[in-house]
């Protein structure tokens, strides 16, 4: 479904974004609309745990001739060496291929995984005096509701004063009520995604807050365990940030991949395509090559 726009110097790409069918706000026709406007050759929708806003996607993409690529992002636990652990979010991406029956299996545990998890949260929060339901957190974020839904109603009813606030108080890892899914490790992630037919790929590195020497180290393991990439432009990632991340990269023999992991009115900082004040252009060889890694 490639749009024909000649050969791939100065096109530009986006392979990190989400719909309404987990925490963007965009629903997927609109986010193409968007997608047309902003004039880039490629998109990848890579909503949580779930393909239904890509699949909802393809009819406007082919509308316009735009290349919509199939991605998911999935929480891990990443396990370090001394024990520690860190929450990794993988991209997961098919940009010419459908993943396989076993894989779209392992997704549904997945999102039953992520269901129990918000059931755990509502009781917790309603233990702390809270006025929250799971059923209005279902009601904003339909089957796949995640904590972006939880954040949005603490702050309409005054528990936090925006999303971050939310998140540090209630939701985030290091708050009290914090309450986790029952993640598979990186690793175990990493070989699904693979025996899927896909291309797994660290997603905004920085927020694994690793010193260099131990980052090194978690994707020399990760490799070895047959993760293909990782996400050099992202939002978060500035200048400094996105030549270390490239030159990690190819001294790693990684691919690279970027995206703005655009959210809509829910992170209103960040712009489909070029991210945070304009800090991102992904060029189009990036995909290319992910489909000679496939082919």
């Excluded at 690793?187 to 690793?210: D, F, K, M, T, W």
């Excluded at 009115?265 to 995909?287: D, H, M, Q, S, V």
Aim: charged share 25%.
């Amino acid at each position: 479904m490639a749009a024909n726009r000649g050969d791939s110097a100065g096109r530009f790409i986006d392979l990190h974004s989400h719909t309404t069918a987990s925490d963007g706000t965009l629903d997927p026709g609109d986010l193409i609309d968007l997608a047309q406007k902003s004039d880039l050759d490629a998109l990848a929708i890579t909503d949580h745990d779930t393909f239904a806003g890509y699949e909802a996607a393809v009819p406007h993409a082919h509308k316009y001739g735009l290349d919509l690529i199939r991605g998911i992002e999935l929480n891990t636990k990443l396990i370090l060496e001394n024990g520690e652990r860190r929450y990794l979010h993988l991209l997961g991406y098919w940009p010419s291929s459908q993943p396989s029956q076993s894989f779209l299996n392992w997704l549904e545990e997945q999102q039953q995984d992520r269901r129990s998890r918000n059931r755990r949260l509502a009781d917790v929060l309603q233990g702390k005096g809270i006025d929250i339901t799971l059923e209005e957190v279902e009601a904003r974020g339909r089957t796949l509701a995640g904590r972006p839904h939880f954040a949005r109603i603490l702050v309409e009813k005054g528990y936090a004063g925006n999303s971050e606030d939310a998140f540090d108080r209630y939701l985030g890892e290091t708050a009290p009520t914090f309450t986790e899914r029952q993640s598979q490790t990186t690793e175990q992630a990493i070989a699904n995604v693979r025996a899927g037919g896909g291309i797994s790929v660290v997603a905004h590195p920085v927020r694994l807050r690793l010193t260099r020497e131990t980052e090194r180290d978690v994707l020399i393991r990760l490799k070895q365990a047959g993760l293909l990439g990782l996400e050099i432009y992202h939002s978060e990632h500035p200048p400094e940030l996105q030549a270390h991340y490239r030159q990690l990269a190819e001294e790693l023999g990684l691919l690279m991949t970027g995206g703005s992991d655009f959210h809509g009115a829910l992170k209103p900082g960040i712009a489909l395509g070029t991210g945070a004040n304009g800090n991102l252009r992904i060029p189009r060889e990036f995909l290319d090559r992910m489909r000679e890694v496939l082919g």
